[in-house]
């Protein structure tokens, strides 16, 4: 039986190509980037592709697309083996965490990639990271399960796990880390899985999406000097319920009065507010009174989680729409090895 994959082309550099007047990069169809990978017929697969009509830069990525992307994955499940989303770097990490809170009871693959060179280009680096990101998806252990059972995403030489990867370089290839927990696999001469990274299963609860996102959430970030008046009216953002606080190290954040009481005051007025570091890696950790005072006004400790994935877990505790506290209680807990608990 030869492996069945979907690709799911939703834009990005990948498919992108120079206007020739303004030399401005568009997304462009599915044809187009199909033309310039006919290596991929060599792979004894049987590919299916659908596309986003039209193609979008990443940076246009909504709840809306994501529910789309989710959507066609489960209408398409039982009927592939793996799942393919071609998708811009820029937010690639958002949809790639968003996923993974939608697709409860994933157990098959769905490997999101995408390139920094348009794949027409003599260099690029969309054609390697396409065809790797097929083999990944068809990849099946001895008994015919499939390797991976989780979104990922799969840049150059590492496959990540999609909630734990962040864009590090606007430019490299290399562009994506995951700083916080193992590479799922490293692409070299072969495909390595390391099977403790990777979260497998063998026994197959059914599939159960959850489209509902709210995104009613914002981002605050720390810096030294932040006026009162600043913090006050970010924090009272009309229509806001969910505020992921970007602090310094290990969780750390003034610890003057008058921080303090407006964090408390929003905390209290029923604001949930996720503490995460600015640091690309490391652990929200209160060791020093600047990060305790905020535990103990009832900001919730974000971990090792990265700043694209909490944000997007709270839209999807949000849309589901959960009492305060449970949602305090699942911010607390990993849903898909998001977070270290
Ligand atoms: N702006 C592009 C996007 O995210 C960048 C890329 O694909 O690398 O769609």
Redesign the pocket.
Known sequence: MKPRILIIYT???IGMIEDPKTKVLRPFDFTHLMENVPKVKKLDYVIDNVQFDPPI???DMDVAHWQEIARTIVENYDKYDGFVVLH????MAYTASALSFMLENLRKPVIIT?S?LPIGEVRTDGEENLITALQIAAAADRDGRPMVQEVAILFENDLLRGNRATKHSANNFDAFKSHNYPPLAKIGLGITFDADALQRSSSLPPLNPRYAMDPSVASIDLFPGMKESTLRHMLSAPGVKGVVMRTFGAGNAPTADWFVNTVKEAVDRGLIIVNVTQCPSGIVHPRYQAGDKLEAIGVICGRDITFEAAITKLMFLLGIGLPAQAIKKYLNTALCGEVTI
């Open positions: 834009g990005g550099t830069d990443s940076s811009g770097t820029d937010t995408g920094q």
